[in-house]
Nanobody
Framework: QVQLMESGGGLVQPGGSLRLSCVAS????????IGWFRQAPGKEREGVSC????????YYADSVKGRFTISRDNAKSTAFLQMNSLKPEDTAVYYC???????????????????????WGQGTLVTVSS
């Protein structure tokens, strides 16, 4: 069964940090680019950051550039999103997504309509509030 499972969400104060994890099961991540998308209440799901499968190419939305860092460990079938200097506007459900790397570059992956992407996790809630 092909599955992605996110963890690491929670409640954090403005300026704080969280590290999200995404573990794949039922398939190998070696040939997949990984992305983190988020969906705030009443808003469309948007790409936050994406990373290629092997060459380390990354993309960040302007809203998170310099604060978030995406990484992956293919040997452990895991991807991460380190989120620092969190702001209330970062509050959202965060989703991990995997897409065959051969289909598109990471910038295109993060900017595409989310329904175009193939394998999704169930999401983890991040709330930034004092």
């Amino acid at each position: 069964q092909v599955q992605l499972m996110e963890s690491g969400g929670g409640l954090v104060q403005p300026g704080g940090s969280l590290r999200l994890s995404c573990v794949a099961s039922g398939f190998t991540l070696d040939y997949y680019a990984i992305g983190w998308f988020r969906q705030a209440p009443g808003k469309e799901r948007e790409g936050v950051s994406c990373i290629s499968n092997s060459d380390g190419d990354t993309y960040y939305a302007d809203s998170v550039k310099g604060r978030f860092t995406i990484s992956r460990d293919n040997a452990k079938s895991t991807a991460f999103l380190q989120m620092n200097s969190l702001k209330p506007e970062d509050t959202a459900v965060y989703y991990c997504v995997a897409s065959p790397a051969r289909l598109r570059r990471v910038q295109a992956m993060c900017m595409t309509v989310w329904k175009n992407l193939e394998v999704w996790g169930q999401g983890t809630l991040v709330t930034v509030s004092s």
